[in-house]
């Protein structure tokens, strides 16, 4: 009898029901050395003594689980949904479709082994995620490995609890988004330099077949186009490995004073050769160093430090003795500045170019959206300051720029001094 029970529960683990099927083997198995007579099998199964059972076998099970009672509170987390989810589980559970599964589940209790649900849980805030979650409900008697069936008692209760698998699929569904992004954007912003190395082409071909003076022209042409294209693809191509690890905290540690001194390194090379003035100053701050990726930060900062260079030294309403200067600051952030109360650093971007006007300022990091009266005069494939606002969205952190129209742009950064 002992065997069949337990070919029983391993049919369990085979046709899906793995936390059923192993809990009841083990009791089983617990039951048969304790003997038959034993008298903890012959008091009515506990929650507290169920979960004692479940808990240890799912932190062995390679997969994100949370356990809810009977009342939807979670009683149980898995290991791996600590790790991969940390504090967002309670924004899982709270979300509709979470809920909802629980509600068509509740509906098929009649059947008291429903058949397990579904749901797509996407979260846009603070970064996009999607999660599938898989429920199963199963309703444990009380009595289910009683040895004398006969002496179970009216008044015990069922115990009902709801297993919750979580499987992040937003990789999966960003890689979906982004080829369609991709087919879209490149075809058409791949459309005009194209067009124009084809009409180069047929002229070269044709009337200036045999004119060296025009084929030098043209061919020079025909290079900046290429190269457009070419950092267009580069743009693109980094975007897209940007979003992939969006929702993905970074793991490592930003020395604030080494990232500011590394930025000034590399940006100087190009402030010179702009004849533009840098300025790196780092105030006494509080923390020294935030949770991120030091090579992401510095290619926000990078980002922003070019931007500056292209717009605020080849504007023709500035003045002739105009003397470009760019500052970046690092600080503590005050609070009450617009930035979220708990701690944080603010690191601050400003040039003494021409501005931006206040209508173009929300639009700024969209894909390829550039300022009209400057995307004729500065090459940019507008990319930059998408990336940029992806990037530190991963790091729990917030951007915006401000703008005054020949004051010239700041651009400021938030990262949190403790990430939770």
Same mark, same amino acid.
């Given at each position: 009898?002992?065997?069949?029970?337990?070919?029983?529960?391993?049919?369990?683990?085979?046709?899906?029901?793995?936390?059923?099927?192993?809990?009841?083997?083990?009791?089983? %198995?617990?039951?048969?050395?304790?003997? @038959?007579?034993?008298?903890?099998?012959?008091?009515?199964?506990?929650?507290?003594?169920?979960?004692?059972?479940?808990?240890?076998?799912?932190? @062995?099970?390679? $997969?994100?689980?949370?356990?809810?009672?009977?009342?939807? %509170?979670?009683?149980?987390?898995?290991?791996?949904?600590?790790?991969?989810?940390?504090?967002?589980?309670?924004?899982?559970?709270?979300?509709?479709?979470?809920?909802?599964?629980?509600?068509?589940?509740?509906?098929?209790?009649?059947?008291?082994?429903?058949?397990?649900?579904?749901?797509?849980?996407?979260?846009?805030?603070?970064?996009? =995620?999607?999660?599938?979650?898989?429920?199963? %409900?199963?309703?444990?008697?009380?009595?289910?490995?009683?040895?004398?069936?006969?002496?179970?008692?009216?008044?015990?209760?069922?115990?009902?609890?709801?297993?919750?698998?979580?499987?992040?699929?937003?990789?999966?569904?960003?890689?979906?988004?982004?080829?369609?992004?991709?087919? @879209?954007?490149?075809?058409? &912003?791949?459309?005009?330099? !194209?067009?124009?190395?084809?009409?180069?082409?047929?002229?070269?071909?044709?009337?200036?077949?045999?004119?060296?003076?025009?084929?030098?022209?043209?061919?020079?042409?025909?290079?900046?186009?290429?190269?457009?294209?070419?950092? !267009?693809?580069?743009?693109?191509?980094? /975007?897209?490995?940007?979003?992939?690890?969006?929702?993905?905290?970074?793991?490592?540690?930003?020395?604030?004073? &080494?990232?500011?001194?590394?930025?000034?390194?590399?940006?100087?090379?190009?402030?010179?050769?702009?004849?533009?003035?840098?300025?790196? $100053?780092?105030?006494?701050?509080?923390?020294?160093?935030?949770?991120?990726?030091?090579?992401?930060?510095?290619?926000?900062?990078?980002?922003?430090?070019?931007?500056?260079?292209?717009? @605020?030294?080849?504007?023709?309403?500035?003045?002739?003795?105009?003397?470009?200067?760019?500052?970046?600051?690092?600080?503590?952030?005050?609070?009450?500045?617009?930035?979220?109360?708990?701690?944080?650093?603010?690191?601050?971007?400003?040039?003494?170019?021409?501005?931006?006007?206040? =209508?173009?300022?929300?639009?700024?990091?969209?894909?390829?959206?550039?300022?009209?009266?400057?995307?004729?005069?500065?090459?940019?494939?507008?990319?930059? /300051?998408?990336?940029?606002?992806?990037?530190?969205?991963?790091?729990?952190? =917030?951007?915006?720029?401000?703008?005054?129209?020949?004051?010239?742009?700041?651009?400021?950064?938030?990262?949190?001094?403790?990430?939770?």
């Amino acid at each position: 009898m002992l065997s069949a029970a337990l070919l029983y529960a391993a049919g369990g683990v085979v046709t899906g029901s793995s936390i059923t099927g192993i809990v009841t083997a083990l009791m089983l %198995r617990s039951r048969h050395r304790a003997g @038959a007579k034993s008298d903890r099998f012959l008091r009515p199964m506990s929650q507290s003594r169920l979960l004692a059972v479940i808990e240890p076998i799912a932190a @062995a099970l390679p $997969v994100a689980m949370v356990v809810l009672d009977s009342e939807r %509170r979670i009683v149980h987390t898995s290991p791996y949904a600590e790790a991969e989810f940390s504090g967002g589980l309670n924004a899982i559970e709270r979300h509709p479709a979470f809920q909802s599964s629980l509600d068509r589940l509740k509906e098929k209790d009649a059947a008291r082994n429903a058949a397990p649900e579904e749901a797509l849980i996407v979260q846009d805030v603070p970064v996009r =995620r999607v999660v599938r979650a898989l429920f199963q %409900r199963h309703v444990f008697s009380p009595y289910f490995l009683a040895v004398d069936q006969n002496r179970k008692k009216r008044f015990a209760r069922d115990i009902a609890l709801t297993f919750v698998v979580l499987h992040d699929v937003t990789k999966m569904e960003m890689a979906e988004r982004q080829h369609a992004d991709f087919v @879209a954007y490149a075809s058409h &912003e791949l459309r005009t330099p !194209l067009a124009a190395l084809l009409g180069f082409i047929e002229t070269l071909q044709g009337p200036a077949a045999g004119d060296p003076d025009a084929q030098k022209e043209f061919l020079s042409i025909m290079a900046e186009q290429g190269q457009r294209m070419q950092r !267009l693809l580069d743009g693109l191509l980094y /975007l897209s490995k940007v979003q992939m690890l969006e929702h993905q905290r970074p793991r490592g540690q930003i020395v604030l004073e &080494e990232l500011c001194r590394k930025l000034e390194r590399e940006a100087s090379v190009l402030c010179r050769r702009q004849k533009t003035k840098l300025h790196v $100053v780092v105030s006494d701050l509080s923390v020294q160093s935030v949770a991120g990726d030091t090579d992401q930060m510095v290619q926000v900062l990078m980002n922003l430090v070019e931007n500056a260079l292209k717009y @605020a030294t080849q504007d023709s309403d500035l003045p002739r003795d105009h003397k470009p200067e760019i500052t970046v600051t690092c600080r503590d952030a005050e609070p009450g500045k617009g930035w979220p109360g708990h701690p944080g650093v603010e690191i601050r971007v400003s040039d003494n170019g021409p501005g931006i006007a206040a =209508r173009h300022l929300p639009r700024l990091t969209e894909r390829f959206y550039r300022v009209p009266r400057t995307s004729a005069v500065v090459q940019g494939s507008g990319l930059g /300051l998408a990336i940029v606002q992806h990037i530190i969205a991963r790091h729990g952190g =917030r951007f915006r720029i401000e703008s005054v129209v020949g004051q010239g742009t700041d651009c400021l950064i938030w990262l949190p001094a403790h990430v939770s």
